[in-house]
């Protein structure tokens, strides 16, 4: 710790470091906190402009890294203004300490939604000894719309057809599949086969234990519970401001890009750029990869195609070729759904329309889950 403290100090004394700004971010300054660095900034642009915040740092000249396991005024719907502050758990993301000569920190605004954002789109971290505090997950605005679900290839399977028309209410996806971190953390236990690799999606876990941690964390952030569980059963209460899994639908709609940008793997439908995208047996040794590493897609998810399959609240059943509104699935059934191929699979296995499906209760090294809430 003692180590760590003075490369940081050194760091920031100037030594052998240098930052970098977007056009929108002003006066940036680092302070060193034993193992935590607080970053202030000033952000400018209109004052009904909200921006997506994020830190990145750059050792030895190598690419830019984003940090993640950062608080305060980053993420997404920041407004503009002075004095803000965000801060960096360095050893959170280096366990070991920053073995470095030069390192280069980069405070990053990407303009978003011009409305002011509601409570739920900020998602800000509560201060010091609230109810929520802990690691924070970042969730991202997926904008309602319509799109075409289903899979439309000559020959696909019954199961992926008919292609029908749906429509979704907006939601908040988060960013990355959930690691085995946040898992420990919210349920005291890591499942996972992959071991040693916090960042890494949590795994083996069931359909059960996915919404069992949804109402966990719903608890922990102060939200109502959405599900209530009832031995290897459970019902949703939509209406609720907690985290759940993603229906379906939902899931797919993401995972292709929303209205405007669909395509065929979560970010691309070219094939010779899917291993830029999607985890998959072709460019891993069999075994799940740290989240966010590949490219995301147009609403900037992570790992949607790839990586771990991911349980969503529906039962598995066959698609109508009428259209619908927020679909949730069949009324019952004995397996749920599985979405977006996984480190195990074939690169087909990750494309948007793939449907897989397995019951509640079995686990499997190649199956993790994300979360959603409401908009």
């Given at each position: 710790?003692?180590?760590?403290?003075?490369?940081?100090?050194?760091?920031?004394l100037?030594?052998?470091?240098?930052?970098?700004?977007?056009?929108s971010?002003?006066?940036?300054s680092?302070?060193?906190?034993?193992?935590?660095?607080?970053?202030?900034?000033?952000?400018?642009?209109?004052?009904?402009?909200?921006?997506?915040?994020?830190?990145?740092?750059?050792q030895?000249?190598?690419?830019?890294?984003?940090?993640?396991?950062?608080?305060?005024?980053?993420?997404?719907?920041?407004?503009?203004?002075?004095?803000?502050?965000?801060?960096?758990?360095?050893?959170?993301?280096?366990?070991?300490?920053?073995?470095?000569?030069?390192?280069?920190?980069?405070?990053?605004?990407?303009?978003?939604?011009?409305?002011?954002?509601?409570a739920?789109?900020?998602?800000?971290?509560?201060?010091?000894?609230?109810?929520?505090?802990?690691?924070?997950?970042q969730?991202?605005?997926?904008?309602?719309?319509?799109?075409?679900?289903?899979?439309?290839?000559?020959?696909?399977?019954?199961t992926?057809?008919?292609?029908?028309?749906?429509?979704l209410?907006?939601?908040?996806?988060?960013?990355?599949?959930?690691?085995?971190?946040?898992?420990?953390?919210?349920?005291?236990?890591?499942?996972?086969?992959?071991?040693?690799?916090?960042?890494?999606?949590?795994?083996?876990?069931?359909?059960?234990?996915?919404?069992?941690?949804?109402?966990?964390?719903?608890?922990?952030?102060?939200?109502?519970?959405?599900?209530?569980?009832?031995?290897?059963n459970?019902?949703?209460?939509?209406?609720?401001?907690?985290?759940?899994?993603?229906?379906?639908?939902?899931?797919?709609y993401?995972?292709?890009?929303?209205?405007?940008?669909?395509?065929?793997?979560?970010?691309?439908?070219?094939?010779?750029?899917?291993?830029?995208?999607?985890?998959?047996r072709?460019?891993?040794?069999?075994?799940?990869?740290?989240?966010?590493?590949?490219?995301?897609?147009?609403?900037?998810?992570?790992?949607?195609?790839?990586?771990?399959?991911?349980?969503?609240?529906?039962?598995?059943?066959?698609?109508?070729?009428?259209?619908?509104?927020?679909?949730?699935?069949?009324?019952?059934?004995?397996?749920?759904?599985?979405r977006?191929?996984?480190?195990?699979?074939?690169?087909?296995?990750?494309?948007?329309?793939?449907?897989s499906?397995?019951?509640?209760t079995?686990?499997?090294?190649?199956?993790?889950f994300?979360?959603?809430?409401?908009?």
């Amino acid at each position: 710790m003692k180590q760590f403290r003075v490369l940081l100090a050194l760091l920031l004394l100037g030594l052998s470091f240098r930052a970098s700004q977007a056009q929108s971010v002003r006066n940036v300054s680092f302070e060193a906190r034993d193992a935590k660095v607080s970053v202030r900034y000033d952000l400018e642009g209109p004052a009904q402009e909200r921006f997506e915040v994020s830190l990145w740092l750059r050792q030895d000249g190598g690419d830019f890294v984003e940090l993640r396991s950062v608080r305060g005024d980053h993420g997404p719907g920041i407004a503009p203004g002075k004095g803000k502050e965000a801060l960096w758990d360095a050893l959170a993301d280096f366990p070991d300490g920053i073995q470095t000569q030069q390192a280069q920190f980069k405070v990053r605004a990407m303009p978003g939604s011009t409305e002011p954002p509601t409570a739920a789109t900020e998602e800000q971290v509560p201060a010091p000894g609230s109810p929520a505090q802990g690691t924070r997950l970042q969730m991202l605005p997926v904008t309602g719309g319509s799109f075409a679900m289903g899979n439309p290839e000559q020959g696909a399977p019954r199961t992926a057809t008919p292609v029908h028309n749906v429509t979704l209410s907006g939601f908040l996806m988060s960013k990355t599949e959930i690691t085995q971190a946040l898992f420990q953390e919210i349920m005291g236990k890591n499942p996972s086969g992959n071991t040693g690799c916090a960042e890494c999606p949590v795994e083996k876990v069931s359909w059960i234990d996915a919404v069992t941690f949804c109402n966990l964390l719903s608890e922990r952030d102060g939200l109502q519970k959405c599900y209530t569980i009832s031995g290897l059963n459970a019902t949703c209460n939509w209406s609720a401001n907690g985290y759940r899994l993603p229906t379906e639908a939902e899931w797919e709609y993401a995972a292709g890009g929303g209205a405007g940008n669909r395509t065929t793997w979560s970010g691309t439908s070219d094939a010779a750029q899917v291993n830029q995208y999607c985890w998959s047996r072709d460019n891993t040794s069999r075994k799940p990869k740290p989240v966010g590493t590949l490219k995301p897609n147009a609403l900037g998810l992570h790992d949607m195609s790839g990586n771990v399959e991911e349980w969503c609240w529906d039962v598995n059943g066959n698609y109508g070729s009428e259209s619908q509104t927020n679909p949730r699935g069949p009324a019952s059934g004995d397996r749920r759904v599985q979405r977006g191929g996984s480190f195990f699979h074939e690169p087909a296995g990750g494309k948007a329309y793939f449907r897989s499906a397995g019951i509640p209760t079995v686990v499997n090294s190649h199956i993790g889950f994300r979360v959603v809430r409401k908009m």
